[in-house]
């Protein structure tokens, strides 16, 4: 088994940033590929990005060149730097864990999920 723990989110006013850090446990060898993934309320979860062991990544078109995924394997650890927010960037944020070679850029490549952190901007 595998467990991921999220921290870093908050309330930020539009034009912030904000980190986000998951850091994994547990099985790792089964966190080939990481990412992240995110639900607004009344809305499915989306992918937002994913990022391999290579350090090979992919964003979601609406977060390309605001947001940026980075991992530090020696510490199980994935990153999200979150930048220029928007209102409509308000969701729980979830970690995913993926033991496959293919990004994690659908909910059903993901093995593991962490619990959620909630991201909100204000206008």
């Known amino acids: 088994q595998v467990q991921l723990v999220e921290s870093g989110g908050g309330l930020v006013q539009a034009g912030g940033s904000l980190r986000l850090s998951c850091a994994a446990s547990g099985r790792t060898s089964n966190t080939y590929t990481m990412g992240w993934f995110r639900q607004a309320p009344g809305k499915e979860r989306e992918f937002v990005a994913s990022i391999a062991w290579s350090g090979s990544n992919t964003h979601a078109d609406s977060v390309k060149g605001r947001f940026t995924i980075s991992r530090d394997n020696a510490k199980n650890t994935v990153y999200l730097q979150m930048n220029s927010l928007k209102p409509d960037d308000t969701a729980v944020y979830y970690c995913?864990?993926?033991?496959?070679?293919?990004?994690?850029?659908?909910?059903?490549?993901?093995?593991?999920w962490g619990q959620g952190t909630q991201v909100t901007v204000s206008s």
């Open positions: 995913a864990a993926g033991s496959t070679f293919i990004q994690i850029t659908e909910a059903t490549l993901v093995g593991y």
